[in-house]
């Protein structure tokens, strides 16, 4: 049996760790030891159940920063999985298990980067970083967005950044996600009347105010999208109502939804558009509206060029740039000035069960992030 490379036995045991969002795990003691054998200076920041870290080599700019998060999302049931799903099982050339592809796979891989441009150039130019949260899989309030409040009120500024996320689609490095839509999320509460549903005259169903406004919601056309972003998307993600019993009309029935927008609209005209809509059923309801994630955009340039030819140079293959996908962490840094981009593994199985990634990505993956460094920094 072949040893396992550096950065697949890092990725195998950051698998191990059970650290679903926002229960880090020991994941982030284990990488901070591994980042400080390297130089750097690893520096904690704890905000509620939140692990966070940053870590720098060097005290002087341009910084070039790598982020990620420790955090996963839950199994789904264990008896569905092929293996272990915390066992970092490989097989058949495949590492198994929740977080191997989003995002410990991606976070094993800049590591090892790391670890191997230091030895190459201990007096590199600038300086190598690294934002790593246990947050991002959940509410994302107390990690990247706090620790770069940090960083901001110190002048402590980043110039290129890239987060390990996955978003490779057929072939890793294929493609390079360059910006993001926004997101929106919110919860519409519709008031009615609790009753018996064999007299409805007596009662308000609230169930059925919040299914026509639903309807008029799905059924719009945001906007177009521009030839960067594609359409804004309205999508309910949740709806509760009623007391579980066939026999009663309920009195309240909740809405949680989501909005992912391209910068052809802004909150500002989502929240009027919704308001607008509900005002106009003539119906008792309450909206709520979460913190929202702007949208970004790196455009060509100096990381894109760097990330673009080490693509080229290590995998034979020119990556494509894109902003569709979800949201990421990518919304916090990017509004401080610096460029950032999002280049991880394949993407396929992220968030199902039996989550994998091909080790042979990894180790390619490490490869490119190492040769960005070298084109940046040495």
């Known amino acids: 049996m072949n040893p396992l490379s550096p950065t697949i036995s890092l990725a195998q045991e950051l698998v ?35 692990d966070n870290f940053w870590a720098r080599r060097g005290e002087v700019t341009p910084v070039l920063a790598f982020a990620g998060h420790t955090d996963v999302v839950p199994t789904g049931p264990l008896d569905q999985w092929s293996t272990d799903p915390f066992s970092g099982a490989i097989e058949e050339g495949m590492l198994k298990g929740r977080g191997a592809a989003d995002m410990k796979g991606g976070l094993a891989a800049i590591v090892t980067a790391c670890e191997r441009f230091v030895i190459l150039h201990p007096q590199h130019r600038g300086s190598i970083a690294l934002l790593v949260t246990s947050d991002e899989e959940g ?47 919110g919860r519409l509460t519709i008031s009615g009347k609790q009753g018996h549903v064999a007299y409805p005259h007596l009662a308000h169903n609230p169930i059925h105010d919040a299914a026509s406004i639903v309807n008029e919601l799905c059924s ?139 080790t042979d990505d990894l180790d390619t993956l490490s490869q490119i992030y190492q040769e960005v460094m070298t084109t940046l920094l040495a």
């Open 139 to 185: 509410p994302a309030v107390e990690g990247t967005c706090r620790v770069i409040d940090v960083l901001e009120a110190r002048g402590e500024k980043i110039d290129w950044c890239i987060i390990g996320e996955p978003t490779s689609n057929q072939r890793v490095a294929d493609t390079v996600k360059n910006g993001r839509r926004g997101s929106a999320g």
């Open 220 to 358: 719009r056309e945001w906007d177009p999208g521009n030839a960067f972003f594609p359409p804004t998307t309205f999508q309910v993600s949740n709806f509760n109502s009623g007391t579980g019993a066939t026999n009663v009309i309920p009195g309240i029935a909740t809405v949680d939804f989501n909005f992912r927008y391209s910068p052809e609209s802004s909150m500002e005209s989502l929240e009027e558009v919704v308001k607008s809509v509900c005002e106009a059923h003539n119906v008792n309801v309450a909206i709520e509206w979460e913190p929202p994630g702007f949208p970004f955009q790196t455009l060509p340039g100096t990381l894109i060029d760097a990330v673009t030819e080490a693509v080229k140079k290590i995998s034979g293959q020119e990556p494509q740039l894109s902003t569709d996908g979800g949201t990421s962490d990518g919304r916090f840094i990017a509004p401080t000035g610096a460029q950032v981009i999002e280049l991880g593994p394949l993407n396929a199985t992220i968030h199902q069960i039996n989550e994998q990634v091909s």
């Open 16 to 50: 191990r760790q059970p650290s679903i969002s926002p229960d880090d795990a020991g994941c982030q003691e284990l990488l901070g030891r591994r980042l400080e054998a390297a130089g750097f200076a690893v520096e904690q920041m704890r905000f509620g159940p939140v």
